[in-house]
Nanobody, 115 residues
Framework: QVQLVESGGGLVQAGGSLRLSCAASGITFNINAMGWYRQAPGKQRELVATLTRGGSTNYADSVKGRSTISRDNAKNTVYLQMNSLKPEDTAVYYC?????????WGQGTQVTVSS
């Protein structure tokens, strides 16, 4: 059974930093990409950053230059380092992994940035 467990969310002041982690377990297939998405109240879920198996990254324009996605292949863990956080970064952040047959999602971790 595949499980994605996110951690690292919380309340932070504007300008601060957070590091989100997502540990995947039960993986018996090749992961094509790992990534982070977020959903703010009343808004659709949107991509934050993705990292492919080949090492290519993709960032939303809104976080580019402020965030870094990375992974530890041995631990099947993906990280999202977010710096210079803004109140508009407030959202539930979801971990995602994609493989040839589909995708899995984590349960989400709340990030709240106060002004």
């Amino acid at each position: 059974q595949v499980q994605l467990v996110e951690s690292g969310g919380g309340l932070v002041q504007a300008g601060g930093s957070l590091r989100l982690s997502c540990a995947a377990s039960g993986i018996t297939f090749n992961i094509n990409a790992m990534g982070w998405y977020r959903q703010a109240p009343g808004k659709q879920r949107e991509l934050v950053a993705t990292l492919t198996r080949g090492g290519s990254t993709n960032y939303a324009d809104s976080v580019k230059g402020r965030s870094t996605i990375s992974r530890d292949n041995a631990k099947n863990t993906v990280y999202l380092q977010m710096n210079s956080l803004k109140p508009e970064d407030t959202a539930v952040y979801y971990c995602n992994i994609r493989y040839y047959g589909g995708a899995y999602w984590g349960q989400g971790t709340q990030v709240t940035v106060s002004s």
